[in-house]
């Protein structure tokens, strides 16, 4: 079973043996627990899963804006890296604000103290789009 939240609802998606998806049932996006009429279409090992994709997303709406920054951004670096190999021209600002702000990253990065060898991640149901989703909204509601 994936989940994927898609145009205002979760949708709940079954692989059949050939591969195949299908979305079994959908529902609104802003709910935290699964209602009765998605639970009557979901087996017992599927609403668990969807039970625990839930929660990871609690999680990326509780943390702070500044975790879910620093966890949205080597995806978003790889989409600016991607962009560059596209393109044969930048803007002379365009150049300089991201050439200042790779500086004051790297000068950061070299100043924390306490780089642990490896965190293990809280979130295993959902996958690293859905949760670089999920942090993005929150991160933009945080910011405005």
């Known amino acids: 079973m994936k989940f994927q939240v898609k145009n205002g609802s979760v949708e709940c998606i079954r692989t059949s043996s050939d591969n195949t998806q299908s979305v079994i049932v959908r529902f609104d996006e802003n709910l935290k627990i699964a209602a009765p009429h998605v639970m009557s279409k979901l ?4 609403l668990q899963s969807l039970e625990e994709w839930l929660a990871e997303r609690e999680l990326i709406k509780d943390a702070p804006t500044e975790n879910n920054l620093l966890c949205l ?9 991607a962009a560059l190999d596209h393109t044969d021209s930048i803007n002379q600002e365009s150049y300089a604000l991201l050439l200042a702000a790779s500086e004051k990253l790297h000068e950061k990065l070299l100043s924390v103290e306490d780089v642990v060898e490896k965190k293990s991640s809280k979130l295993t149901a959902i996958n690293r789009t859905e949760a670089n989703k999920e942090r993005i909204k929150q991160v933009k509601k945080d910011l405005l």
Do not use: V
Not at 43 to 46: C, F, G, I, R
Not at 73 to 81: C, T, Y
């Open 43 to 46: 087996s017992k090992d599927e």
């Open 73 to 81: 951004l080597p995806s978003l670096m790889d989409k600016a890296i």
